[in-house]
C-alpha cells in the first residue's frame, strides 16, 4: 500500500499494512533542527516572514511563497508521513512601514490602523495596537451578519481556492494524501461579543451559522471535482473542560447544520472532517453521531479525546491525533515513549485512525522528545 491508499483505509475503517502517521503542524526552529538547515514552515514565524517578504516587494514574496511551498514538501518527504500538511500559516497584508525589525504598521482604507510584533521565542505574530474599535455590543453585530449573508449573494466557489490540494497531490503524484477545506462552521471565538451574543442576540449568531452553512453547502461540489476526497472544517470550539459556549447552543445552533454539510459530503463521496481540539465528551453523540461527521481532526489526548475511547466508543469516527503537543514540549521523553505507543496500538488494534501530534509542536519542544516521537511512530506504526 502507498500513503494514500493507507489514509483512505483509516477513513473507510479498513486494515491497512500499517497505521497512517503524520503531524498536525510543526515550529519552525523544530524543524530546522531536525533538517539542519532554516526552514519555512511554522505559524506565527510564517506571518512575520511573509509581512517582512511583501514589505520587500514582489519578488522578494514569489521567493517567500516558493520557499514556504518547498520546505512544506521537503518536511513531509523527509519525516515520511502518510497524511500530509500542505501549507503553513500565511498572513495576507501588506505592511505600510517598519516600525523596526519584528514590527508592522499597516493601514485599512478607513484610515484606521494595526501593529503587529513578532516574537521569536515563542514565535508569535501579534497585535500590538488597532485603531479600529471593536464592536462590543452583541446588537451591533447585525451589520456584520449582514455582510456576510450579502457575500454569500454574489459568491462563486472558485478552484484558487484549493490550490494547495493540487500543487501538493501533483508533487506527490498521488502517492501520499492530504485535505483540502472551505466547510467552516463555528461561533466566532476570538471576540467576546460573540459569545455575549449567543445568549444575548442568539439570532444573530443562528443567522450566521446558516451564511456559514449556505457557503459550505456551495464549496462541496467544487471541491468533490478536483478529486478531493477529504474535506475539513468546523472550527475551534472547545478547551480542557469543554465547550466554549453551552452543549444546548451546540446541540440546536451547530448540529443540525454540521449535518446537512456531512450529508451533502456523502451525496459527492466526500468525508467530511470536523477540525478542533479540546474536550467533547459532554456532547459527545451530538458531536460525533448525529452531525455525521466522519473524522475528528486535533483529537487531543490531554483532553481525554484518546484514540481508543473514541474509536471504542464512536467506531465510524476516523481520529487523527493520539499525541499531545503539551507532552512532547513539557513531559519526559519516558511519558513521551507511553504516549506514542498507546497510540499506535490503538490504532492497530482498531483501525480508523491516523496518528501523530495533533496540534503545533512548539519551538520550546525539546529535540529530543520530538525525534524519539519519530522514532517510534516510524519502528511501530
Known amino acids: 500500500m502507498n500513503s494514500y491508499e493507507r489514509v483512505m483505509a483509516a477513513f473507510s475503517k479498513e486494515k491497512s499494512d500499517h497505521v497512517p502517521i503524520y503531524c498536525g503542524s510543526v515550529s519552525s526552529r523544530v524543524a530546522s533542527q531536525v533538517m539542519g538547515r532554516t526552514m519555512y514552515v511554522g505559524g506565527g514565524i510564517q506571518q512575520y516572514r511573509e509581512s517582512l517578504a511583501r514589505f520587500r516587494g514582489e519578488e522578494a514574496h514569489r521567493e517567500f511563497a516558493e520557499k514556504s511551498r518547498q520546505d512544506a514538501f521537503d518536511w513531509n518527504e523527509a519525516m515520511d508521513f502518510d497524511y500530509v500538511r500542505p501549507s503553513y500559516w500565511r498572513y495576507r497584508y501588506k505592511p505600510t512601514k517598519m516600525l523596526d525589525d519584528v514590527t508592522f504598521y499597516y493601514e485599512r ?55 494547495d490540494y493540487i500543487d501538493t497531490m501533483s508533487y506527490f503524484n498521488n502517492r501520499r494524501a492530504t485535505y483540502t477545506g472551505g466547510l467552516a462552521l463555528l461561533i466566532p471565538n476570538t471576540r467576546e461579543v460573540w459569545f455575549e451574543a449567543v445568549a ?171 525525534m524519539l516521537m519519530m522514532e517510534l511512530l516510524h519502528k511501530y506504526k
Open 109 to 163: 482604507e478607513d484610515g484606521t490602523h494595526w501593529i503587529m510584533k513578532y516574537f521569536d521565542e515563542y514565535e508569535l505574530f501579534a497585535c500590538m495596537e488597532d485603531s479600529k474599535k471593536d464592536v462590543d455590543d452583541p446588537d451591533l453585530l447585525e451589520e456584520e451578519v449582514i455582510n456576510t449573508e450579502q457575500y454569500n449573494k454574489r459568491y462563486v466557489p472558485d478552484i484558487s481556492m484549493h490550490s
Open 200 to 370: 444575548a442576540r442568539p439570532d444573530l449568531v443562528e443567522r450566521y451559522l446558516e451564511a456559514l452553512t449556505q457557503r459550505a453547502l456551495m464549496n462541496i461540489p467544487l471541491i468533490a471535482s478536483i478529486g478531493a476526497r477529504i474535506a475539513y472544517g468546523g472550527g475551534d470550539c472547545a478547551g480542557n473542560r469543554g465547550l466554549f459556549y453551552s452543549n444546548e447552543v451546540f446541540k440546536k445552533l451547530m448540529v443540525p447544520r454540521l449535518r446537512r454539510i456531512s450529508d451533502k459530503c456523502h451525496e459527492y463521496g466526500l468525508y467530511h472532517v470536523f477540525g478542533s481540539d479540546g474536550y467533547f465528551w459532554d456532547v459527545a453523540d451530538d458531536f460525533y453521531i448525529h452531525s455525521g461527521i466522519d473524522g475528528h481532526y486535533e483529537a487531543d489526548c490531554s483532553c481525554g479525546m484518546d484514540i481508543r475511547s473514541v474509536r471504542t466508543k464512536y467506531p465510524d469516527i476516523t481520529v487523527i491525533g493520539g499525541i499531545s503537543a503539551a507532552t512532547l514540549d513539557s513531559k519526559s521523553q519516558d511519558d513521551v515513549r507511553t504516549e506514542v505507543m498507546e497510540a499506535v496500538l490503538a490504532a492497530k488494534e482498531l483501525n480508523g485512525a491516523i496518528v501523530g501530534c495533533s496540534n503545533l509542536v512548539s519551538p520550546t519542544t525539546p529535540i529530543k522528545n520530538f
